[in-house]
């Protein structure tokens, strides 16, 4: 990469507004800092109470999902097929005007990607009063799944954002897509 790309890619983070952005692997020692750091730079900025509590919930429920739900395997198949770590991540936090954006993005295998499709687009279909109900419905069903949550996660970005969930989903190869989320906070 020739050097002058450094300074490219800082004036697109500048242009974009991009407050904190992250590409890797996902930890936990990670989503601490992150929080830690998210929550200096909200103060620093001054922001209302109501606002800073919102952008850092909706932050919490996005990051734990990249945590919870980066399903490919990372090995030498997927390395090959021109993926340099399968289990790392992107987010990115940006401010335009008087709103906040949220932006993640993570590899999935093409069933799973399908599957959250039609969750997101069924969220993306309910008002704020069904997503409520929705909500209450699923923890009260009380299944949890294997990597130990309750699927409430997008459920809960939409009801704390208050914005409809813009997605896309990459596909990368015939088995693999690239799960890309935007929430927008108001």
């Known amino acids: 990469m020739p050097l002058s790309n450094i300074y490219n890619l800082f004036k697109t983070l500048e242009t974009e507004n991009i407050i904190l952005s992250f590409k890797g692997v996902v930890t936990s020692d990670l989503l601490s800092s992150v929080l830690q750091i998210m929550e200096s730079k909200l103060t620093y900025m001054d922001e209302a109470p109501r606002t800073k509590k919102k952008v850092f919930n909706v932050l919490v429920e996005c990051l734990q999902n990249l945590y919870h739900h980066i399903d490919i395997d990372d090995t030498e198949a997927t390395r090959n097929s021109g993926l340099i770590e399968a289990k790392s991540a992107l ?33 993306n279909g309910m008002s704020k009063d069904e997503l409520k109900s929705y909500y209450q419905e699923v923890l009260s069903d009380g299944s949890i799944s294997a990597k130990g949550t309750a699927g409430l996660g997008m459920i809960d970005i ?24 935007n929430v927008k906070i108001d």
């Open 158 to 181: 939409a009801r704390k954002s208050g914005n409809k969930l813009e997605y896309e989903f990459v596909e990368v190869n015939e088995d693999i897509r690239f799960f890309c989320l």
């Open 91 to 123: 987010f990115m936090i940006a401010r335009r005007e008087e709103s906040f954006f949220i932006k993640t993005g993570n590899y999935l295998d093409k069933a799973d990607a399908e599957n959250l499709q039609k969750r997101l687009d069924s969220i």
